[in-house]
């Protein structure tokens, strides 16, 4: 083959290889992406259409997905445990909170200078449903979803609540007490998830619970 026939034998197969993955592009099912606002209540969610994945982003936090598959409700469960991490829950929400400022530790320190680092990351799962999935599997999922979310948001607003505050502590406190305060709010706000996981069961009371 000369290098010239060559070279048309390729742009051909490249056209085609760019047909081919369009057409998978094309068929893949829509992402619906959903933000979560500050209610008080969980997202109404019955409305999306029954084919496509669901992705609901927390404002204020980090999203970290993870994909589920399967077909029925006891396959989707076994997946769902089967990407559990440590502590065996479908969702979680993580923060972290550092402090330092000039003169940490000493009597005369500058609080004014002072810096929070603060940062708050939610885990949820992606269901990808396949083709022709039955449409009441498709609202319960998402209804579920919608619930678990609304589960983690308590967490963000909590974790929210408690950053303010060491804020207030930075802003209002000498450098002798600073530390001790800012590790009073952390305590608090660890206790506050807790508590928080305890009156809603780890969200069961709230709906998020599959099946
Ligand atoms: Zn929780």
């Not at 500050?38 to 109404?44: E, I, K, N, T, W």
């Not at 769902?80 to 923060?95: C, E, Q, V």
Request: aromatic share 10%; glycine share 8%.
């Amino acid at each position: 083959m000369s290098s010239l026939a060559f070279l048309a034998l390729m742009n051909r197969l490249f056209l085609l290889l760019l047909i081919i993955g369009l057409f998978f592009w094309w068929l893949k099912p829509p992402v619906h992406s959903i933000t979560l606002d500050a209610s008080a209540r969980p997202p109404v969610l019955s409305n999306l259409p029954a084919n496509g994945m669901l992705e609901i982003t927390i404002p204020d936090a980090g999203m970290d997905y993870y994909d589920v598959s399967g077909s029925t409700v006891a396959e989707i469960r076994d997946n769902l445990n089967r990407s559990h991490r440590s502590g065996g829950f479908d969702g979680y929400t993580g923060w972290n909170v550092s402090w330092n400022w000039p003169g940490y530790g000493s009597a005369d320190c500058n609080l004014a200078a002072a810096s929070l680092d603060t940062r708050i990351s939610v885990r949820l799962p992606r269901w990808q449903p396949p083709q022709n999935a039955d449409r009441a599997l498709v609202l319960k999922w998402n209804n579920y979803l919608g619930n678990l979310a609304f589960h983690e948001q308590g967490h963000v607003q909590l974790a929210r609540q408690g950053f303010a505050k060491m804020q207030q502590i930075l802003h209002d406190s000498t450098c002798d007490e600073a530390d001790a305060k800012l590790n009073v709010v952390l305590g608090e706000m660890r206790q506050a998830d807790l508590r928080y996981d305890a009156e809603t069961n780890h969200g069961s009371t709230q709906g998020a619970k599959f099946p």
